[in-house]
């Protein structure tokens, strides 16, 4: 795992993952959504929710890019207690708030808008179609953001009245969505 771009541009992690119920966004299909996203974003602006958030990957990206508010949920604890030591190394802890939670619990309960929400959940997840709808219904996409969803192919969202494009990388695809 590697960090694309911004103030930790190169840095390079190797998190135990091979024996985590996670699977990490691929460097290639990573740097590509970050391509995307320098043309639609203001990092320094952003307020950014990642679901799912295994390695805590696209929060350390998105923070080595300007984002001061960054928000990470997962409920594995081997992930959490990974991210938080490398909040450490990095000193990013001021911009980092990590909860140890079931996704849709948080979603439930949180009253806070993001800007940038990033979804990669288990590709045999139950609720991997629902999620557009519970996102959307829960209003944690502010007005003026951007939510993109990492799925396998065999899941189609082009008909959701959210959607606007998106993109694949192999198996995955990345689905972007806006209000």
């Known amino acids: 795992m590697r960090i694309i771009g911004g103030e930790f541009k190169g840095r390079r992690?190797?998190?135990p993952a091979n024996t985590w119920p996670t699977r990490p966004t691929t460097?290639?299909?990573k740097e590509s959504l970050y391509n995307i996203l320098n043309n639609?974003?203001?990092?320094?602006e952003m307020v950014m929710l990642d679901l799912f958030g295994g390695t805590g990957s696209h929060c350390y990206e998105c923070i080595s890019r300007g984002c001061k508010d960054a928000t990470y949920v997962d409920q594995f604890a081997p992930a959490i207690k990974y991210v938080n030591e490398i909040a450490a190394i990095l000193d990013i802890s001021k911009n980092l708030t990590i909860?140890?939670?079931?996704v849709l619990k948080w979603i439930t309960n949180s009253?806070?808008?993001?800007t940038y929400i990033f979804a990669d959940p288990p590709y045999e997840w139950a609720k991997v179609?629902?999620?557009p709808d519970l996102i959307f219904g829960s209003e944690l996409l502010a007005s003026d953001g951007i939510f993109?969803?990492?799925?396998?192919?065999k899941h189609k969202f082009s008909a959701h009245p959210r959607y606007i494009e998106e993109r694949?990388?192999?198996a995955t695809v990345l689905s972007f969505f806006e209000w």
């Open 13 to 15: 992690f190797n998190p």
């Open 27 to 29: 460097d290639f299909s």
């Open 40 to 44: 639609r974003v203001d990092f320094e």
């Open 99 to 102: 909860f140890k939670s079931d």
């Open 111 to 114: 009253n806070k808008q993001f």
């Open 129 to 131: 179609p629902q999620l």
């Open 148 to 153: 993109v969803y990492e799925h396998e192919k």
């Open 168 to 170: 694949k990388y192999g």
